[in-house]
């Protein structure tokens, strides 16, 4: 599974919200599979910075560069 979550209209992630994305990413990595957060807000991306997981997520500026890293090719 590949799976790319833009998350460009998100205002605010809860606690649940950041565990279930981690959740996802852990399965996606158990299965060979891939998940991608694109269009982060910079507000949330530092709160990611700050509680350390933004080396754990799969994370990519945009949509396109997200398709880009499942098919490097194109």
């Given at each position: ?41 910079g507000?949330?991306?530092r ?13 990519a ?6 398709l ?7």
């Amino acid at each position: 599974f590949k799976y790319i979550i833009d998350l460009s209209d998100a205002k605010y992630v809860s606690s649940a919200g950041i565990q279930v994305m981690m959740l996802l990413q852990k399965q996606m990595d158990d299965h060979h599979g891939n998940v991608i957060f694109t269009n982060i807000p910079g507000k949330i991306y530092r709160l990611f910075a700050q509680i350390g997981i933004t080396e754990m997520l799969g994370m990519a500026e945009t949509v396109a560069q997200a398709l880009h890293t499942f098919d490097p090719d194109e």
